[in-house]
Protein backbone atom coordinates (compact mmCIF):
# COMPACT_ATOMS: atom_id res chain seq x y z
CA UNK A 1 0.00 0.00 0.00
CA UNK A 2 1.46 3.39 -1.09
CA UNK A 3 2.35 5.90 2.35
CA UNK A 4 4.17 8.77 3.40
CA UNK A 5 5.01 9.32 6.81
CA UNK A 6 6.06 12.18 8.29
CA UNK A 7 8.07 13.08 11.67
CA UNK A 8 7.64 14.01 14.34
CA UNK A 9 3.80 14.42 14.50
CA UNK A 10 4.61 17.65 16.39
CA UNK A 11 7.26 19.95 17.32
CA UNK A 12 7.92 22.88 19.46
CA UNK A 13 10.93 25.10 19.23
CA UNK A 14 12.01 28.46 20.44
CA UNK A 15 12.09 31.61 18.26
CA UNK A 16 16.27 31.47 16.44
CA UNK A 17 16.08 27.59 16.24
CA UNK A 18 16.75 25.20 13.39
CA UNK A 19 14.20 22.80 12.80
CA UNK A 20 14.09 19.47 10.44
CA UNK A 21 11.27 17.94 9.38
CA UNK A 22 11.13 14.23 7.69
CA UNK A 23 9.30 12.57 5.20
CA UNK A 24 9.69 9.43 4.33
CA UNK A 25 7.44 7.38 1.53
CA UNK A 26 6.44 4.22 -0.17
CA UNK A 27 5.25 4.77 -3.43
CA UNK A 28 5.00 3.17 -6.26
CA UNK A 29 5.41 5.36 -9.87
CA UNK A 30 6.91 7.87 -7.79
CA UNK A 31 6.96 11.34 -9.92
CA UNK A 32 7.43 14.02 -7.23
CA UNK A 33 7.44 15.03 -3.55
CA UNK A 34 5.96 18.25 -2.56
CA UNK A 35 5.89 20.41 0.68
CA UNK A 36 2.97 22.56 1.58
CA UNK A 37 2.41 24.66 4.63
CA UNK A 38 -0.79 24.73 6.48
CA UNK A 39 -1.72 27.73 8.57
CA UNK A 40 -5.21 28.39 9.37
CA UNK A 41 -5.90 28.23 6.00
CA UNK A 42 -5.91 25.92 3.28
CA UNK A 43 -2.05 24.32 2.43
CA UNK A 44 0.36 26.74 0.59
CA UNK A 45 2.87 25.37 -1.79
CA UNK A 46 5.99 25.35 -0.60
CA UNK A 47 9.03 22.95 -2.77
CA UNK A 48 8.23 20.50 -5.33
CA UNK A 49 11.09 17.81 -5.75
CA UNK A 50 11.66 15.49 -8.66
CA UNK A 51 15.79 14.79 -8.59
CA UNK A 52 17.84 13.44 -5.46
CA UNK A 53 20.06 15.42 -4.11
CA UNK A 54 19.53 18.86 -5.65
CA UNK A 55 18.24 21.24 -2.40
CA UNK A 56 15.84 23.67 -3.39
CA UNK A 57 16.00 27.14 -1.25
CA UNK A 58 13.17 30.23 -0.62
CA UNK A 59 14.49 32.43 2.00
CA UNK A 60 14.98 30.35 5.02
CA UNK A 61 13.74 26.88 4.25
CA UNK A 62 15.25 24.48 1.56
CA UNK A 63 14.24 21.08 1.24
CA UNK A 64 16.29 17.84 -0.49
CA UNK A 65 15.06 14.98 -1.91
CA UNK A 66 16.85 11.21 -1.88
CA UNK A 67 14.93 9.16 -3.98
CA UNK A 68 17.57 6.03 -3.10
CA UNK A 69 16.37 6.04 0.77
CA UNK A 70 12.64 7.23 0.00
CA UNK A 71 12.79 10.64 1.68
CA UNK A 72 12.48 14.06 1.58
CA UNK A 73 13.98 16.86 4.54
CA UNK A 74 12.24 20.58 4.85
CA UNK A 75 14.69 22.80 7.29
CA UNK A 76 14.01 25.50 8.85
CA UNK A 77 16.70 27.76 10.01
CA UNK A 78 16.59 30.66 12.32
CA UNK A 79 12.59 29.81 12.91
CA UNK A 80 10.14 32.75 13.58
CA UNK A 81 6.67 32.55 15.19
CA UNK A 82 4.84 33.20 11.76
CA UNK A 83 6.97 29.88 11.24
CA UNK A 84 4.18 28.02 13.55
CA UNK A 85 2.10 26.12 10.73
CA UNK A 86 1.31 22.22 9.90
CA UNK A 87 4.07 20.94 7.44
CA UNK A 88 2.37 18.64 4.61
CA UNK A 89 4.14 16.41 2.61
CA UNK A 90 2.66 14.55 -0.20
CA UNK A 91 4.03 12.35 -3.32
CA UNK A 92 3.01 12.69 -6.85
CA UNK A 93 2.37 9.06 -8.12
CA UNK A 94 1.72 8.77 -11.85
CA UNK A 95 -1.18 6.89 -12.23
CA UNK A 96 -2.29 5.70 -15.73
CA UNK A 97 -2.92 9.17 -17.43
CA UNK A 98 -3.76 10.22 -14.15
CA UNK A 99 -1.47 12.09 -11.18
CA UNK A 100 -2.60 11.54 -7.58
CA UNK A 101 -1.04 12.87 -4.28
CA UNK A 102 -0.70 10.77 -1.31
CA UNK A 103 -0.71 12.68 1.96
CA UNK A 104 1.42 12.63 5.25
CA UNK A 105 -0.41 13.66 8.35
CA UNK A 106 1.36 16.35 8.48
CA UNK A 107 3.87 17.60 11.11
CA UNK A 108 2.37 20.11 13.63
CA UNK A 109 5.19 23.19 14.22
CA UNK A 110 5.21 25.64 17.13
CA UNK A 111 7.40 28.33 17.80
CA UNK A 112 7.34 30.51 21.00
CA UNK A 113 8.45 33.53 20.93
CA UNK B 1 -3.09 36.26 -10.98
CA UNK B 2 -6.13 35.44 -8.80
CA UNK B 3 -6.12 32.41 -6.84
CA UNK B 4 -8.30 29.29 -6.53
CA UNK B 5 -12.28 30.96 -5.16
CA UNK B 6 -14.79 28.81 -3.10
CA UNK B 7 -17.88 29.58 -0.94
CA UNK B 8 -19.06 29.61 1.59
CA UNK B 9 -16.37 29.62 3.99
CA UNK B 10 -18.13 28.41 6.45
CA UNK B 11 -21.84 26.10 6.80
CA UNK B 12 -23.67 24.74 9.71
CA UNK B 13 -26.16 22.66 9.08
CA UNK B 14 -28.18 19.68 10.61
CA UNK B 15 -27.48 16.10 10.12
CA UNK B 16 -29.82 14.95 6.97
CA UNK B 17 -30.02 18.21 5.77
CA UNK B 18 -27.81 18.92 1.97
CA UNK B 19 -25.18 21.10 1.33
CA UNK B 20 -23.53 22.78 -1.51
CA UNK B 21 -19.78 24.10 -2.46
CA UNK B 22 -18.76 26.19 -4.93
CA UNK B 23 -14.90 26.26 -6.71
CA UNK B 24 -13.67 28.59 -9.14
CA UNK B 25 -10.11 27.49 -9.99
CA UNK B 26 -6.92 29.48 -11.19
CA UNK B 27 -8.02 31.04 -14.91
CA UNK B 28 -6.30 28.43 -17.02
CA UNK B 29 -6.02 25.49 -14.91
CA UNK B 30 -7.26 22.13 -16.22
CA UNK B 31 -7.70 20.12 -13.24
CA UNK B 32 -9.65 20.29 -10.45
CA UNK B 33 -9.90 18.35 -7.17
CA UNK B 34 -12.32 18.52 -4.36
CA UNK B 35 -11.07 17.00 -1.06
CA UNK B 36 -11.99 16.66 2.34
CA UNK B 37 -9.56 17.67 5.56
CA UNK B 38 -10.48 15.85 8.53
CA UNK B 39 -8.77 17.77 12.23
CA UNK B 40 -5.80 16.37 12.31
CA UNK B 41 -5.11 14.70 9.32
CA UNK B 42 -3.88 15.25 5.30
CA UNK B 43 -6.09 16.07 3.01
CA UNK B 44 -8.54 12.98 1.46
CA UNK B 45 -9.01 13.30 -2.65
CA UNK B 46 -12.62 13.12 -3.20
CA UNK B 47 -12.72 13.50 -7.07
CA UNK B 48 -10.32 14.90 -9.21
CA UNK B 49 -11.75 16.55 -12.84
CA UNK B 50 -9.53 17.31 -15.95
CA UNK B 51 -11.38 19.87 -17.44
CA UNK B 52 -15.05 18.41 -17.50
CA UNK B 53 -14.51 15.04 -17.04
CA UNK B 54 -14.03 12.93 -13.78
CA UNK B 55 -10.83 11.12 -14.10
CA UNK B 56 -11.02 9.80 -10.25
CA UNK B 57 -13.58 9.52 -8.42
CA UNK B 58 -12.45 6.17 -6.28
CA UNK B 59 -12.83 7.73 -2.14
CA UNK B 60 -16.47 9.70 -3.45
CA UNK B 61 -19.00 8.43 -1.18
CA UNK B 62 -21.48 8.37 -3.97
CA UNK B 63 -24.47 7.28 -2.02
CA UNK B 64 -24.53 10.85 -0.08
CA UNK B 65 -21.61 13.06 -2.42
CA UNK B 66 -21.81 14.01 -5.83
CA UNK B 67 -19.44 16.66 -7.64
CA UNK B 68 -19.94 18.21 -11.40
CA UNK B 69 -18.00 20.48 -13.64
CA UNK B 70 -20.40 21.13 -16.15
CA UNK B 71 -18.55 23.68 -18.37
CA UNK B 72 -14.94 22.76 -17.47
CA UNK B 73 -14.41 25.65 -15.20
CA UNK B 74 -15.90 26.28 -11.84
CA UNK B 75 -17.04 23.13 -9.96
CA UNK B 76 -19.79 22.34 -7.02
CA UNK B 77 -19.54 19.75 -4.45
CA UNK B 78 -22.97 18.55 -3.06
CA UNK B 79 -23.80 16.03 0.17
CA UNK B 80 -27.07 15.11 0.61
CA UNK B 81 -28.17 14.23 2.93
CA UNK B 82 -24.93 14.82 5.53
CA UNK B 83 -24.08 12.77 8.37
CA UNK B 84 -21.87 14.16 11.28
CA UNK B 85 -18.74 12.39 10.16
CA UNK B 86 -19.04 14.59 7.29
CA UNK B 87 -17.78 17.62 9.75
CA UNK B 88 -14.29 18.72 7.86
CA UNK B 89 -12.93 21.23 5.48
CA UNK B 90 -13.60 20.35 1.91
CA UNK B 91 -10.54 21.83 -0.08
CA UNK B 92 -10.78 22.63 -3.76
CA UNK B 93 -7.25 22.80 -5.45
CA UNK B 94 -6.52 23.72 -9.48
CA UNK B 95 -3.55 22.73 -11.14
CA UNK B 96 -2.22 23.16 -14.55
CA UNK B 97 -1.05 20.27 -16.35
CA UNK B 98 2.09 21.05 -18.39
CA UNK B 99 5.32 22.88 -18.06
CA UNK B 100 7.76 22.56 -15.17
CA UNK B 101 5.08 23.31 -12.74
CA UNK B 102 3.15 20.07 -13.54
CA UNK B 103 0.53 19.37 -11.33
CA UNK B 104 1.98 21.31 -8.58
CA UNK B 105 -1.57 22.17 -6.70
CA UNK B 106 -2.69 25.65 -5.45
CA UNK B 107 -5.67 25.61 -2.76
CA UNK B 108 -8.12 27.63 -2.02
CA UNK B 109 -8.99 29.06 1.36
CA UNK B 110 -12.10 25.94 2.12
CA UNK B 111 -15.07 25.63 2.92
CA UNK B 112 -15.40 24.75 7.32
CA UNK B 113 -18.78 22.75 7.32
CA UNK B 114 -19.82 21.53 10.53
CA UNK B 115 -23.11 19.13 10.78
CA UNK B 116 -24.80 18.93 14.42
Known amino acids: EDKVVQSPLSLVVHEGDTVTLNCSYE??????LLWYKQEKKAPTFLFML??SGIEKKSGRLSSILDKKELFSILNITATQTGDSAIYLC?????????????WGLGTSLAVNP | EAGVAQSPRYKIIEKRQSVAFWCNPI?????LYWYQQILGQGPKLLIQ????????DSQLPKDRFSAERLKGVDSTLKIQPAKLEDSAVYLC??????????????FGPGTRLLVL
Open chain 2, 27 to 31: SGHAT
Open chain 1, 50 to 51: TS
Open chain 1, 90 to 102: AVEQNAGNNRKLI
Open chain 2, 49 to 56: FQNNGVVD
Open chain 1, 27 to 32: VTNFRS
Open chain 2, 93 to 106: ASSFEGGLAGGTQY
